[in-house]
């Protein structure tokens, strides 16, 4: 399965994003997808997940309330909408398929397959 995340970009804090995840060639049927985030010289981390076929969801704490994943009916796209976003939500986010479809992980590890990253400027 090959991912591809797109919808980064640059924005003013307290603006907001879409991203969006697909898969090459065929849909996102019976996976799981989850993002995560790569700031510059740190590790990655996770962001969001969601089930199949409509969840659960699982959330970064810190993450809770201005972050959104939502997939369409078509499992098509599955969509990291971003509210409120901080000068520290810059990153590269990635999108990642699991077949672990009931109980999807929140660690990178529970992912089959990864798709490049989209960057995400949030200035000041």
């Known amino acids: 399965v090959q991912l591809q995340a797109s919808g980064g970009g640059m924005v003013q804090a307290g603006g907001s994003l879409s991203l969006s995840c697909a898969a090459s060639?065929?849909?996102?049927?019976?996976?799981?997808v989850g993002w995560f985030r790569q700031a510059t010289g740190k590790e990655r981390l996770f962001v969001a997940t969601?089930?199949?076929?409509?969840?659960?969801?699982f959330y970064a704490d810190s993450l809770k309330g201005r972050f959104t994943i939502s997939r369409d009916s078509s499992d098509n796209t599955v969509r990291l909408l971003m509210d409120s976003l901080e000068p520290e939500d810059t990153a590269d986010y990635y999108c990642?398929?699991?077949?672990?479809?009931?109980?999807?992980?929140?660690?990178?590890?529970?992912?089959?397959?990864w798709g490049r990253g989209t960057l995400v400027t949030v200035s000041s």
């Open positions: 060639g065929r849909t996102l049927k019976r996976y799981a």
């Open positions: 990642a398929a699991s077949r672990d479809i009931y109980n999807p992980p929140i660690e990178s590890d529970g992912y089959d397959y």
């Open positions: 969601i089930g199949w076929p409509d969840g659960p969801r």
